[in-house]
T-cell receptor, first 111, second 114 residues
Framework: GQQVMQIPQYQHVQEGEDFTTYCNSSTTLSNIQWYKQRPGGHPVFLIQLVKSGEVKKQKRLTFQFGEAKKNSSLHITATQTTDVGTYFC???????????FGSGTQLTVLP | DGGITQSPKYLFRKEGQNVTLSCEQNLNHDAMYWYRQDPGQGLRLIYYSQIVNDFQKGDIAEGYSVSREKKESFPLTVTSAQKNPTAFYLCATLDPGFGTYEQYFGPGTRLTVT
């Protein structure tokens, strides 16, 4: 079945440093979504990417979808303590209604 | 107040007992999902339902059962056949509007079985 791998598993950064998490799928994806889960909370949708090579920005967050639609990345510029949490990618293959989640990257921001 | 309700937030059970986790939504979404999350791992799909009276197994359905008698409700039963039931359980709904298949998550139930 479809597998989505995400690295790194953990990342500690100083406040103000940049952060990137990478996501790779074993199969071509129809689209990819990104979610953020704060400590003790539940995942919250951030964005969806659909097109090959797509790049979207949300303030300090930049999301990319690879040309082959098998990989994606999330880059945060100048991290803040409010960025703390676990970031998950989730891909859809044949059915847009069924997501396969990556294992997540847990981000710690040191003040 | 619109959203997804999961109760209770924390649940403790003895090994060998079945336990049912509640998930209620008032978002009027057709599709509902149950995920399991273990420490340091992503979300794994247990069951999902696209419509009332219909549901499908996800990747890790063994030891779990569900029902979908009402659009608003999708309870999950963790049976005694589930070998490692201690986990964080998340219920979600899907909003397919405007082509963005965003999933909305409830606050989750932390189940501990001893």
């Amino acid at each position: 079945g479809q597998q989505v791998m995400q690295i790194p598993q953990y990342q500690h950064v100083q406040e103000g440093e940049d952060f990137t998490t990478y996501c790779n799928s074993s199969t071509t994806l129809s689209n990819i979504q990104w979610y953020k889960q704060r400590p003790g909370g539940h995942p919250v949708f951030l964005i969806q990417l659909v097109k090959s090579g797509e790049v979207k920005k949300q303030k300090r967050l930049t999301f990319q979808f690879g040309e082959a639609k098998k990989n994606s990345s999330l880059h945060i510029t100048a991290t803040q303590t409010t960025d703390v949490g676990t970031y998950f990618c989730a891909g859809t293959g044949g059915s847009a209604r069924q997501l396969t989640f990556g294992s997540g990257t847990q981000l710690t921001v040191l003040p | 107040d619109g959203g997804i309700t999961q109760s209770p937030k924390y649940l403790f059970r003895k090994e060998g007992q079945n336990v049912t986790l509640s998930c209620e939504q008032n978002l009027n979404h057709d599709a509902m999902y149950w995920y399991r999350q273990d420490p340091g791992q992503g979300l794994r799909l247990i069951y999902y339902s696209q419509i009332v009276n219909d549901f499908q197994k996800g990747d890790i359905a063994e030891g779990y059962s569900v029902s979908r008698e009402k659009k608003e409700s999708f309870p999950l039963t963790v049976t005694s056949a589930q070998k490692n039931p201690t986990a964080f359980y998340l219920c979600a709904t899907l909003d397919p509007g405007f082509g963005t298949y965003e999933q909305y998550f409830g606050p989750g139930t932390r189940l501990t079985v001893t």
